[in-house]
């Protein structure tokens, strides 16, 4: 990566996926970071084996924006350890330009922005930019940096006294003083407020159009959304899904319907099933039993209101073609009470990871 010495801001902090490099994760070019079959395992307190990571494959190319979107646990900064060379896989192996991670770190392909730590609190910015500078034989020069990442105006203050948008800006100086090829962030912009957010990913957005290819981690669903150009879904050490950003947002193009059934009760307190098998498939994706209390992925059947020797049970259904669907159900059947509200990203996150969890199960229940 070549960086200018005037370059080039965007117009706005909050520019969309849209305005980065579009370079696809099937180029045929050779990938920058390769991670094959990686598994990591831990031992808990009772000596049982925990596996954080499990039997990952992840390819990056150049120029590629790519998050690792996940729940807290879901292995996210154990895979980040693992490119950064900070822990080894137990089984599997990662490499970054035909480099071991700790190699790629030593000759500097790689810049890291992580959760917390690195900064020493009582050393100014300018004295820490040039402190960490010494130890490059070669780097960005520290005026372009400043004008860059924006620090101007914080190059006297005492790292302790910027807030924890400013110190991820300094970390982010940092990460990119070697010049690198690949920047990894860890969470960057967890505690930070709407504001600082913005003018962070100002900065990344900046670095990505300039063509550095940038893999962060986040379990912000907008983040995911607005800047990268390909998600991969974590959950339980696990990959669920590798998906450039448009067709991982045309899974939640879709809408959730609810819908009551009454139905008698049998002398068990049992509900027969609504009579929705027929639905034709081009009108549902998918059918979740909602209880009474609206808990969603209920596993088990239970009438959620009863009166009168009558339940009501609630599902919802998430579909393409809503008005289809209420009309199938409103002229075949006794369905009433209907809501419609439009799927998100955190929908088709969680349907995933309910997926993921009954195959888990299955695979437990068979063994």
């Known amino acids: 990566m070549k960086v200018s010495s005037n370059p080039k801001k965007p117009s706005s902090a909050t520019e969309s ?9 099937t180029s045929h070019t050779s990938p920058l970071l390769r991670i094959c079959d990686v598994t990591k395992q831990f031992r808990s307190g009772n000596r049982d084996v925990v596996n954080a990571v499990k039997r990952v494959n992840i390819s990056l190319h150049r120029g590629e924006v790519v998050a690792i979107l996940g729940e807290n646990g879901a292995g996210k900064t154990t895979l980040i350890d693992m490119i950064l060379g900070l822990t ?6 990662i490499e970054v330009l035909g480099h071991s991670p700790r190699d790629a770190i030593r000759v500097s392909k790689i810049g890291a922005v992580l959760q917390t730590g690195g900064l020493l609190p009582d050393v100014a910015v300018a004295d820490t930019l040039r402190m960490i500078a010494s130890g490059y034989p070669e780097h960005i020069a520290i005026d372009q940096l400043v004008e860059q990442v924006g620090l101007q105006d914080l190059l006297d203050r005492k790292v302790g006294k910027c807030s924890g948008g400013e ?3 300094v970390k982010f100086a940092l990460a990119l003083l070697g010049n690198p090829e690949l920047i990894v962030l860890d969470e960057p912009t967890t505690g930070m407020d709407p504001s600082a957010r913005r003018e962070f990913w100002a900065g990344i957005h900046a670095c990505a159009q300039r063509g550095t290819t940038i893999l962060f981690t986040t379990h912000y669903m907008d983040e995911a959304e607005k800047f990268a150009r390909r998600i991969v879904m974590m959950h339980k050490g696990n990959v669920l899904a590798d998906l450039d950003t448009q067709s991982m947002l045309a899974l939640a193009q879709s809408a959730l319907v609810q819908a009551s059934f009454p139905a008698e009760v049998d002398r068990q307190g049992a509900t027969p099933l609504p009579p929705t098998a027929a639905v034709p498939d081009n009108i549902i994706d998918e059918v979740t039993e909602i209880s009474g209390l609206k808990q969603k ?17 609630t599902l919802q259904f998430r579909t393409r073609e809503p008005d289809a669907l209420i009309r199938y159900l409103v002229t075949e059947t006794n369905a009433c009470n209907f809501t419609v509200q439009k799927a998100s990203l955190d929908d088709v996150f969680i349907s995933m990871q309910r997926d993921a969890e009954q195959s888990m199960q299955r695979d437990a229940e068979q063994s």
């Open 17 to 25: 996926v849209s305005a980065l490099p579009n370079v696809s994760h």
């Open 167 to 169: 110190q991820q800006r």
């Open 297 to 313: 992925n209920k596993s088990l059947f239970e009438p959620s209101a009863q009166e009168d020797n009558r339940a009501v049970r």
């Open 88 to 93: 080894t896989p137990t089984s599997g192996h």
